[in-house]
Protein backbone atom coordinates (compact mmCIF):
# COMPACT_ATOMS: atom_id res chain seq x y z
CA UNK A 1 0.00 0.00 0.00
CA UNK A 2 1.07 3.83 -0.66
CA UNK A 3 -0.13 6.73 -1.09
CA UNK A 4 -2.63 5.81 -3.20
CA UNK A 5 -4.55 4.56 -0.31
CA UNK A 6 -5.11 8.49 0.48
CA UNK A 7 -7.32 8.59 -2.58
CA UNK A 8 -11.41 7.92 -2.51
CA UNK A 9 -12.19 4.56 -3.56
CA UNK A 10 -13.30 4.21 -6.96
CA UNK A 11 -16.50 3.63 -8.08
CA UNK A 12 -15.88 2.42 -11.95
CA UNK A 13 -16.24 -1.35 -12.05
CA UNK A 14 -18.99 -2.25 -9.53
CA UNK A 15 -21.55 -4.59 -10.07
CA UNK A 16 -24.47 -3.51 -7.69
CA UNK A 17 -25.05 -0.88 -5.63
CA UNK A 18 -27.64 -0.26 -2.37
CA UNK A 19 -28.64 3.12 -2.21
CA UNK A 20 -30.45 3.25 1.41
CA UNK A 21 -32.35 6.43 2.09
CA UNK A 22 -34.20 7.56 5.82
CA UNK A 23 -37.19 8.24 3.78
CA UNK A 24 -38.70 7.63 0.29
CA UNK A 25 -37.37 10.47 -1.42
CA UNK A 26 -33.98 10.86 -0.40
CA UNK A 27 -32.01 8.85 -2.30
CA UNK A 28 -33.25 10.72 -5.43
CA UNK A 29 -32.30 14.38 -4.17
CA UNK A 30 -29.20 13.02 -2.45
CA UNK A 31 -28.07 10.84 -5.62
CA UNK A 32 -30.82 10.09 -8.22
CA UNK A 33 -28.31 11.25 -11.17
CA UNK A 34 -25.38 9.01 -10.11
CA UNK A 35 -28.27 5.89 -9.68
CA UNK A 36 -29.59 6.56 -13.24
CA UNK A 37 -25.40 6.68 -14.40
CA UNK A 38 -25.04 3.36 -12.64
CA UNK A 39 -27.66 1.47 -14.04
CA UNK A 40 -26.62 3.13 -17.49
CA UNK A 41 -23.56 1.53 -16.89
CA UNK A 42 -25.25 -1.70 -16.31
CA UNK A 43 -24.80 -1.70 -12.36
CA UNK A 44 -27.35 -3.34 -10.39
CA UNK A 45 -28.47 -0.50 -8.48
CA UNK A 46 -31.61 -1.42 -5.75
CA UNK A 47 -33.41 1.14 -3.60
CA UNK A 48 -34.21 0.33 -0.33
CA UNK A 49 -36.21 3.13 2.44
CA UNK A 50 -36.01 2.65 6.47
CA UNK A 51 -38.60 4.33 7.27
CA UNK A 52 -41.88 5.77 5.89
CA UNK A 53 -45.63 6.38 6.44
CA UNK A 54 -47.56 3.17 7.34
CA UNK A 55 -48.51 4.52 10.53
CA UNK A 56 -50.22 8.48 9.44
CA UNK A 57 -51.22 6.99 6.09
CA UNK A 58 -55.33 7.30 6.23
CA UNK A 59 -56.06 3.20 4.80
CA UNK A 60 -58.48 4.81 2.45
CA UNK A 61 -55.29 6.15 0.78
CA UNK A 62 -53.07 2.97 0.13
CA UNK A 63 -53.22 1.39 -2.98
CA UNK A 64 -51.87 -2.25 -3.96
CA UNK A 65 -51.42 -2.69 -0.35
CA UNK A 66 -48.76 0.38 -0.37
CA UNK A 67 -48.87 3.63 1.22
CA UNK A 68 -48.75 6.93 -0.69
CA UNK A 69 -45.40 7.14 -0.06
CA UNK A 70 -44.49 3.90 -0.10
CA UNK A 71 -46.00 3.76 -4.16
CA UNK A 72 -44.04 6.67 -5.24
CA UNK A 73 -40.80 5.40 -3.94
CA UNK A 74 -41.31 2.70 -6.05
CA UNK A 75 -42.24 4.74 -9.01
CA UNK A 76 -38.88 6.65 -8.69
CA UNK A 77 -37.10 3.76 -8.60
CA UNK A 78 -38.49 2.64 -11.92
CA UNK A 79 -38.00 5.67 -13.76
CA UNK A 80 -34.16 5.71 -12.80
CA UNK A 81 -34.22 1.90 -13.56
CA UNK A 82 -32.78 0.72 -10.20
CA UNK A 83 -34.73 -2.28 -8.73
CA UNK A 84 -37.09 -1.72 -4.82
CA UNK A 85 -34.54 -3.17 -2.20
CA UNK A 86 -38.40 -3.32 -0.01
CA UNK A 87 -38.80 -1.11 2.83
CA UNK A 88 -36.99 -1.69 6.30
CA UNK A 89 -40.38 -1.28 7.88
CA UNK A 90 -39.65 2.05 10.52
CA UNK A 91 -42.24 4.69 10.75
CA UNK A 92 -41.15 8.32 10.08
CA UNK A 93 -39.75 9.63 12.77
CA UNK A 94 -38.98 6.60 14.44
CA UNK A 95 -38.27 5.58 17.84
CA UNK A 96 -36.02 2.52 17.11
CA UNK A 97 -32.49 3.06 18.44
CA UNK A 98 -29.65 3.01 15.78
CA UNK A 99 -28.17 -0.21 17.04
CA UNK A 100 -32.10 -2.08 15.94
CA UNK A 101 -32.01 0.17 12.76
CA UNK A 102 -28.37 -1.51 12.18
CA UNK A 103 -29.07 -4.95 12.94
CA UNK A 104 -31.96 -4.98 10.47
CA UNK A 105 -29.52 -3.55 8.33
CA UNK A 106 -27.14 -5.89 8.03
CA UNK A 107 -29.27 -8.48 7.17
CA UNK A 108 -30.16 -6.97 3.87
CA UNK A 109 -26.97 -6.09 3.37
CA UNK A 110 -25.38 -9.78 3.66
CA UNK A 111 -28.97 -11.30 1.18
CA UNK A 112 -28.16 -8.36 -1.06
CA UNK A 113 -24.27 -8.23 -1.36
CA UNK A 114 -23.84 -5.07 -2.85
CA UNK A 115 -20.17 -3.83 -3.64
CA UNK A 116 -21.08 -0.77 -2.67
CA UNK A 117 -23.57 1.47 -0.23
CA UNK A 118 -24.63 4.57 -0.05
CA UNK A 119 -26.55 6.69 2.18
CA UNK A 120 -26.74 9.83 4.15
CA UNK A 121 -23.90 11.77 5.81
CA UNK A 122 -24.72 11.57 9.52
CA UNK A 123 -21.95 14.02 10.51
CA UNK A 124 -23.81 17.11 8.51
CA UNK A 125 -23.46 19.66 10.90
CA UNK A 126 -26.87 21.40 10.32
CA UNK A 127 -28.83 17.74 10.23
CA UNK A 128 -31.71 17.96 12.98
CA UNK A 129 -33.99 15.04 11.15
CA UNK A 130 -34.00 12.05 13.75
CA UNK A 131 -34.17 9.90 10.87
CA UNK A 132 -31.29 11.11 8.83
CA UNK A 133 -28.81 11.40 12.01
CA UNK A 134 -29.90 7.20 13.13
CA UNK A 135 -30.19 6.13 9.73
CA UNK A 136 -26.62 7.46 8.67
CA UNK A 137 -24.91 6.25 11.72
CA UNK A 138 -27.04 2.47 11.42
CA UNK A 139 -25.73 2.28 7.62
CA UNK A 140 -22.39 2.87 9.02
CA UNK A 141 -22.24 0.66 11.92
CA UNK A 142 -23.81 -2.23 9.46
CA UNK A 143 -21.36 -1.96 7.04
CA UNK A 144 -19.03 -2.84 9.52
CA UNK A 145 -21.00 -4.94 11.34
CA UNK A 146 -21.71 -7.17 8.08
CA UNK A 147 -18.13 -8.90 8.07
CA UNK A 148 -18.24 -10.24 11.45
CA UNK A 149 -19.35 -14.08 11.23
CA UNK A 150 -20.03 -13.93 14.82
CA UNK A 151 -22.71 -11.50 15.07
CA UNK A 152 -25.70 -10.95 15.77
CA UNK A 153 -24.68 -13.18 18.50
CA UNK A 154 -26.75 -16.57 18.45
CA UNK A 155 -27.81 -16.54 14.97
CA UNK A 156 -26.27 -17.82 11.82
CA UNK A 157 -24.42 -15.65 9.69
CA UNK A 158 -23.21 -15.40 5.80
CA UNK A 159 -20.50 -12.23 6.02
CA UNK A 160 -20.39 -10.08 3.55
CA UNK A 161 -17.88 -7.25 2.94
CA UNK A 162 -19.03 -3.40 1.27
CA UNK A 163 -15.72 -2.22 -0.69
CA UNK A 164 -17.34 1.25 -0.97
CA UNK A 165 -19.16 3.30 1.64
CA UNK A 166 -20.68 6.33 0.47
CA UNK A 167 -22.67 9.22 1.66
CA UNK A 168 -24.43 11.97 0.06
CA UNK A 169 -26.27 15.02 1.91
CA UNK A 170 -22.83 15.69 3.26
CA UNK A 171 -20.80 18.57 4.04
CA UNK A 172 -17.13 17.25 3.36
CA UNK A 173 -17.52 15.48 -0.39
CA UNK A 174 -14.21 14.14 -1.56
CA UNK A 175 -15.70 13.80 -5.40
CA UNK A 176 -18.10 15.33 -7.38
CA UNK A 177 -19.84 13.04 -9.37
CA UNK A 178 -20.53 14.15 -13.15
CA UNK A 179 -24.54 13.67 -13.41
CA UNK A 180 -25.00 15.96 -16.57
CA UNK A 181 -26.68 13.06 -19.01
CA UNK A 182 -28.99 12.25 -15.60
CA UNK A 183 -30.04 15.31 -14.40
CA UNK A 184 -33.27 15.55 -16.17
CA UNK A 185 -33.59 11.87 -14.98
CA UNK A 186 -33.03 12.83 -11.41
CA UNK A 187 -35.52 15.86 -11.63
CA UNK A 188 -38.35 13.10 -13.67
CA UNK A 189 -37.56 10.99 -10.95
CA UNK A 190 -37.96 13.17 -8.11
CA UNK A 191 -41.27 14.34 -9.55
CA UNK A 192 -43.14 10.79 -8.83
CA UNK A 193 -42.48 11.89 -4.90
CA UNK A 194 -45.74 13.72 -5.97
CA UNK A 195 -46.66 14.31 -1.74
CA UNK A 196 -43.30 15.88 -1.47
CA UNK A 197 -42.08 18.04 -4.11
CA UNK A 198 -42.92 21.48 -5.16
CA UNK A 199 -41.71 23.95 -7.73
CA UNK A 200 -39.47 25.38 -4.97
CA UNK A 201 -38.09 22.51 -3.63
CA UNK A 202 -37.65 21.39 -7.44
CA UNK A 203 -35.61 24.09 -8.22
CA UNK A 204 -33.19 24.45 -5.17
CA UNK A 205 -32.52 20.89 -5.68
CA UNK A 206 -31.42 21.55 -9.48
CA UNK A 207 -29.64 24.95 -8.27
CA UNK A 208 -27.30 22.61 -5.97
CA UNK A 209 -26.82 20.32 -8.85
CA UNK A 210 -25.02 23.33 -10.65
CA UNK A 211 -23.16 24.48 -8.12
CA UNK A 212 -22.06 20.95 -7.67
CA UNK A 213 -21.04 20.66 -10.97
CA UNK A 214 -19.46 23.89 -10.99
CA UNK A 215 -16.95 22.88 -8.22
CA UNK A 216 -16.47 19.98 -10.51
CA UNK A 217 -15.84 21.52 -13.63
CA UNK A 218 -19.34 20.10 -15.28
CA UNK A 219 -22.38 20.94 -16.01
CA UNK A 220 -24.56 19.32 -13.12
CA UNK A 221 -23.15 17.03 -10.13
CA UNK A 222 -23.73 15.29 -7.25
CA UNK A 223 -21.44 15.93 -3.97
CA UNK A 224 -20.21 13.06 -2.34
CA UNK A 225 -17.92 11.17 0.40
CA UNK A 226 -16.28 7.89 -0.80
CA UNK A 227 -14.95 5.78 2.12
CA UNK A 228 -12.91 2.72 1.44
CA UNK A 229 -13.52 -0.20 4.12
CA UNK A 230 -10.51 0.34 5.33
CA UNK A 231 -11.04 4.08 6.47
CA UNK A 232 -14.18 2.95 7.91
CA UNK A 233 -12.01 1.93 11.36
CA UNK A 234 -10.33 4.03 13.84
CA UNK A 235 -7.16 5.07 10.92
CA UNK A 236 -7.47 8.77 10.77
CA UNK A 237 -5.87 8.75 7.99
CA UNK A 238 -6.65 12.12 5.47
CA UNK A 239 -8.74 11.31 2.28
CA UNK A 240 -7.75 13.30 -1.06
CA UNK A 241 -10.34 15.30 -2.50
CA UNK A 242 -10.74 14.54 -5.98
CA UNK A 243 -10.85 18.22 -8.00
CA UNK A 244 -12.09 17.69 -11.36
CA UNK A 245 -15.74 15.43 -11.13
CA UNK A 246 -15.48 11.42 -12.22
Same mark, same amino acid.
Given at each position: ?34 ? #???? &????? *? ?8 ? /???? !? ?77 ? #???? &????? *? ?8 ? /???? !? ?85
Amino acid at each position: MGLEMLNPPSITGIKKALFIAPHPDDNEIGAGGLM #ARLV &AQGVE *VYGMCVTDDR /SVCP !KSEWKDGLTVRQNEQLAALSELGAKSAGFLGFDDKTSATVEQISDALVERIRELKPDAVFSVDPTLTNECHRDHLKVGQ #AVRM &AVMDA *VCNFYPYGKP /SDPW !KVEVLGQYFTAEPNVIVDITNFAEKKISAMKKHVSQMDPELLGAIELQGRLFGKQGGVKHGEALKLYSFFHLHCFNLPINKIKKAI
